[in-house]
């Protein structure tokens, strides 16, 4: 069986070079532990690595895009082979002017395909891996050619000082929401722009409603209720650099410990239904399931679920993103899955990666 995305969405290229998802969050909601087996949707492979950084037993991250997972073994090798301040430099976190020179470092390690596909993109290695994905040119897009129009450096640089939160509110009110921040939000974050720049179209399938409303709701909180100085997330969209602040994979104090688990890292070229089927009696602790539920009807929803339910563990946990189609257990799993609603929605309140309207735990009865 197949995942439904597959049937609709590109696959073919880097969709995202980094992961937007907070890894905080993931780590609170699903605390791994050092006996555990953990299961996680790849991406560019950031949150792979930081559930790597608790010492799990297993760690396999999937996707059914080479390219993300050409992403995942690069950073691995980075991780072997680098030291943390060049880490930095080769995702693009720092300037750098021997990006190239540090992947001919890690080129030995990736295998063929891998070293083909890196060698096929010298541009994107020489800008800063963590800038090659779709996704990431999208903010370029809005970051050179929209943003300028709105707000200048001196805003832009003001926001990302932070304060306390009065501060945050008044600046927000007085200088940043203005007439022209609303217009600009609502064209270039509306539904057809991000479909055609940013994400795949065929992902908008079960969303309704306005696009770009919800996402100015929740900007609004990472800009006023959280603070813009400690989101890496934030400096990247506004500046294409992360600030002081570093998402948790990048954090020096967690460069040692990923390192040193990198041999319990697995990844594949699958579907999570492919992966049932190839591990009929394996049974997982852990589920970092991304927001692919986004891109399934609620039918498919439910049954990808129920089989997640069968291949895990009692007190077994899963975390998911919906960023604008509702998704989470329905009724009829009741008696296989519990909500965490109070961890769900504290956690939300804390997520740095701002995009999404709603974080999901559940647990395996």
Not at 143 to 167: I, N, Y
Not at 218 to 224: N, S
Not at 277 to 290: K, T
Not at 346 to 353: Q, S
Request: with cysteine; proline share 5%; aromatic share 10%.
């Amino acid at each position: 069986m197949s995942t439904e995305a597959a049937s609709r969405a590109d696959f073919s290229h880097i969709r995202y070079a980094q992961v937007w998802e907070d890894a905080d969050v993931l780590l609170a909601a699903l605390d791994p532990q050092p006996a555990h087996t953990v299961v996680s949707i790849a991406s560019a492979g950031d949150n792979a690595l930081s559930l790597l950084s608790r010492g799990p037993a297993r760690v396999v991250a999937l996707d059914l895009n080479p390219a993300q997972l050409a992403c995942l073994e690069l950073r691995v090798a980075a991780y072997r082979e680098l030291e943390h301040a060049e880490l930095l430099e080769l995702i693009g976190s720092r300037p750098s002017l021997r990006r190239s020179a540090l992947y001919q470092r890690l080129r030995p390690l990736l295998k063929a395909d891998v070293q083909a596909f890196w060698d096929a993109h010298p541009r994107a290695i020489a800008a800063g891996i963590g800038s090659a994905g779709k996704f990431e040119r999208y903010f370029a897009t809005f970051r050179h050619c929209v943003l300028p129009f709105v707000h200048s450096r001196k805003q832009v640089d003001a926001l990302l000082r932070g304060g306390t939160r009065e501060d945050r509110e008044a600046f927000y009110a007085e200088h940043w929401n203005t007439w022209r921040w609303r217009l600009m939000f609502r064209f270039f974050f509306s539904r057809f722009i991000m479909g055609r720049l940013g994400r795949d179209p065929a992902f908008f399938k079960y969303v309704e409603g306005s696009v770009a409303d919800r996402i100015l709701q929740r900007t609004k909180h990472a800009l006023t209720v959280l603070d813009p100085a400690e989101n890496p997330y934030l400096h990247w969209i506004l500046t294409g650099r992360h600030g002081a602040a570093l998402p948790h994979a990048l954090r020096a104090e967690n460069f040692t410990s990923i390192r040193a688990n990198l041999d319990r890292l697995e990844w594949r070229r699958q579907s999570l239904e492919e992966f049932l089927a190839a591990e009929p009696g394996l049974r997982v602790d852990r589920w970092n399931l991304s927001d692919i539920f986004e891109y399934m009807s609620e039918e498919n929803t439910g049954a990808l679920l129920a089989r997640l339910a069968d291949a895990s563990h009692p007190g077994a946990r899963l975390a998911y993103w919906n960023m604008l189609a509702p998704r989470s257990r329905p009724d009829l799993l009741a008696h296989r899955l519990t909500p965490l609603p109070e961890l769900s929605t504290r956690l939300l309140a804390e997520d740095k990666a701002f995009f999404y309207s709603r974080f999901v735990v559940e647990e395996v009865r």
